[in-house]
């Protein structure tokens, strides 16, 4: 019987010793050391995208796309060297700390639910593509079903990009102050805003050469003047199913990419300016066609608090992107509100989901 597990033992050791061969041969060692090397040097390019904004390099605003991937695959890699124990992890443990660093997390844990306090005030974010006037969903009555969510949510602001028709304001009955209309839009991609506070003042900040704009509103606030900003950052035209990507040449893709993606950035500027110059509170909402890891929310976000930074949870996706999940719709607000709360919803009724913040105003 000893001889017999003697026998068994000897065996599982020679198994296990081709299995070790086989893994670590030295052609398969330098390859992995080798793809382990790219994904560093990549998520490190990455961490000074935002400082960028020369349009030369623009084109490296797609790293900004990639960063969850490029964590996760670090992260992979810091495992297998761990696993093998071998000083190799050093890289990929060195280059997730630096993204830390720069970039903070993009996945948030939840562990307890704060009460939240009723006094505040709630506002939404969406783009809602139009109410499907292009007819990419086969729901005839999405503007009916927007609307019903509204009315169940209740917020007290509601930021609409892409608002389709002008006409659509009269059946928010319940926001008695809106501004949406095509004063100096040119052609522009609607903007809307409606409200269950007084608007005292709106005005576009127009986006030179483009489809997409930004505007602002001066909402009454019990006794505070606070300025939101709806944000609409250029569009990168390669909305799913459009076939953009497949149809066309991966050169003059990356050209024609590259050339919005430098229109984010001066476009983000331009809001930014305006931000700098303001003396109320601020808030701020939109689409930025961009993730938290670019120049764009860089430029806009600055010293104002994320909402879903502060107080989301999981990973926060708005936009599925080819079945990619990402985080491209923003809420975000100075320091004069404390973030009490923060919701993305899952509904599918755009190509966007809605978003929306509970904030409380903590200084006069």
Not at 208 to 236: E, I
Not at 304 to 310: A, M, N, R, W
């Amino acid at each position: 019987m000893k001889a017999f597990h003697r026998q068994k033992k000897i065996f599982y050791l020679k198994q296990a010793r081709k299995i070790k061969v086989v893994k670590h041969t030295p052609t398969l060692y330098k390859f992995l050391f080798f793809l382990n090397g790219i994904s560093v040097l990549l998520l490190l390019i990455a961490c000074v995208v935002p400082y960028i904004s020369d349009e030369r390099f623009s084109f490296l605003t797609f790293l900004s796309l990639t960063v969850p991937f490029l964590v996760i695959a670090n992260l992979l890699f810091l495992v297998y060297w761990l696993w093998l124990r071998k000083l190799e992890l050093l890289l990929s443990a060195v280059a997730i700390g630096v993204a830390y660093l720069f970039f903070g997390t993009f996945y948030k844990f939840t562990f307890s639910k704060a009460a939240i306090e009723e006094e505040g005030i709630s506002v939404m974010s969406y783009n809602v593509r139009g109410f499907n006037k292009y007819g990419d969903l086969p729901n005839r009555f999405v503007f009916e079903d927007i609307k019903s969510f509204v009315d169940k949510e209740q917020p007290d602001i509601i930021c609409f990009q892409e608002a389709g028709y002008s006409r659509k304001r009269e059946y928010l009955k319940d926001y008695p102050y809106h501004d949406l209309q095509y004063i100096y839009m040119n052609k522009k991609v609607l903007l809307g805003v409606f409200s269950k506070y007084p608007i005292v003042k709106s005005d576009f900040i127009c986006f030179p050469d483009s489809f997409n704009n930004a505007m602002y509103v001066d909402v009454l606030y019990k006794k505070d003047t606070v300025r939101v900003y709806n944000v609409h950052l250029q569009s990168l035209g390669v909305t799913p199913g459009m076939g953009s990507i497949v149809n066309q040449r991966s050169d003059k893709l990356l050209k024609k990419v590259s050339r919005k993606f430098h229109k984010q950035q001066q476009q983000a500027k331009l809001v930014r300016a305006n931000i700098d110059q303001c003396k109320y509170k601020k808030i701020l909402c939109g689409d930025f066609n961009n993730t938290q890891f670019s120049y764009a929310y860089k430029t806009l976000r600055a010293d104002l608090q994320d909402t879903f930074i502060e107080k989301g949870s999981g990973y926060g996706r708005t936009l599925n992107f080819h079945k990619v999940p990402l985080r491209i719709d923003f809420i975000f607000a100075d320091k004069d509100f404390k973030i009490q709360q923060h919701k993305n919803y899952d509904l599918k009724l755009s190509d966007h989901y809605p978003i929306m913040a509970r904030l409380k105003l903590t200084s006069n």
